[in-house]
């Protein structure tokens, strides 16, 4: 299966502060999706994002494809951003690889 | 409302039984997943399905079974064969092969 890479693994910020979250995929992908994990283990969506770049708020991503990574970008950091975010590749067979994600804690 | 229902939230299982882990939507979706996610881990995906009456083996099927009877419908029996159930199960859909996955809001099955 396609191996998927988070990092960094934990990551600490004070609130206010920019983050830059990294996914390295090891195959070419159909399908790259950014999810956010609530302390109570609900996953939202954030993007669903195979190349280019999205933003959504204070939220953005990138995926160079050719390159096989993407990014998310969190800018103004709040409190409510904590968790874990996991980034999954679908390659082909339909099925999904999830990283390990990065943890997130945003101190006020 | 529009979503995905997994019941029940909690679930003990006790040594030698099989349980059952429900998993319904009404969003229309295709495709149907279950994951596994372990402590501190990512997601590791079980089993899945494209269409009613088929579905495929993930990474880690050995000890579970499914069926897919109904579009709405996509159960996940975890069997006295799978001997490390402890762990949080997740379902989620999409509307076909290459599109965003919505997830339940998971079941936790430990055993007694």
């Known amino acids: 299966g396609i191996q998927v890479e988070q990092s960094p693994p934990d990551l600490i910020l004070q609130e206010g502060a920019n983050s830059t979250l990294r996914c390295n995929f090891s195959?070419?992908?159909?399908?790259l999706q950014w999810f956010h994990q609530n302390p109570w283990g609900q996953l939202i969506n954030l993007f669903y994002i195979p190349s280019g770049t999205k933003q959504n708020g204070r939220l953005s991503a990138t995926t160079v494809a050719t390159e096989r990574y993407s990014l998310l970008y969190i800018s103004s950091s709040q409190t409510t951003d904590s968790g874990v975010y996991f980034c999954a590749v679908e390659g082909t067979g339909n099925q999904f690889y999830f990283g390990t994600g990065t943890s997130l804690t945003v101190i006020p | 409302d529009g979503g995905i229902t997994q019941s029940p939230k909690y679930l003990f299982r006790k040594e030698g039984q099989n349980v059952t882990l429900s998993c319904e939507q009404n969003?229309?979706?295709?495709?149907m997943y279950w994951y596994r996610q372990d402590p501190g881990q990512g997601l590791r995906l079980i089993y899945y399905s494209q269409i009613v009456n088929d579905f495929q083996k993930g990474d880690i099927a050995e000890g579970y079974s499914v069926s897919r009877e109904k579009k709405e419908s996509f159960p996940l029996t975890v069997t006295s064969a799978q001997k490390n159930p402890t762990a949080f199960y997740l379902c989620a859909s999409s509307m076909g092969p290459v599109g965003i996955q919505y997830f339940g809001a998971g079941t936790r099955l430990s055993v007694l």
């Open positions: 195959d070419s992908v159909n399908n």
């Open positions: 969003l229309n979706h295709d495709a």
